[in-house]
């Protein structure tokens, strides 16, 4: 299974971006998909997660302003990311795996994503 994040980019503070992720190659053994986030000097940290049924999860320093969706048919994942903060700022990855629960064994490349105040 190959991950490809897109989507990335520069925004002021309060803007708004969509990030997709499309996944190819044996998709039909994707469970779960999620965007993790690395701000520099930061470890990386799960962001939303999404279950194949449309289950989702949120950080809550991105409930209420992010939301994940996914489009099983094309395959795609999104996060729409609105009132964007500074903090916001980090490279975003595109993640899934085969069975729930599982750790997440296919990763994307990364997008980075910048927010200036």
């Known amino acids: 299974v190959q991950l490809q994040a897109s989507g990335g980019g520069l925004v002021q503070a309060g803007g708004s971006l969509r990030l997709s992720c499309a996944a190819s190659g044996g998709t039909f053994s994707l469970s779960s998909m999620a965007w993790f986030r690395q701000a520099p000097g930061k470890e990386r940290g799960n962001v939303a997660s999404?279950?194949?049924?449309?289950?989702?999860y949120y950080s809550d320093a991105v409930k209420g302003r992010f939301t994940i969706s996914r489009d099983n048919a094309k395959n795609t994942m999104y996060l729409q990311m609105n009132n964007m903060s500074p903090e916001d700022t980090a490279i975003y990855y595109c993640?899934?795996?085969?069975?729930?629960?599982?750790?997440?064994?296919?990763w994307g490349q990364g997008t980075q994503v910048t927010v200036s105040s």
């Open positions: 993640a899934a795996n085969s069975a729930p629960a599982r750790p997440f064994e296919y």
């Open positions: 999404i279950s194949r049924s449309g289950i989702t």
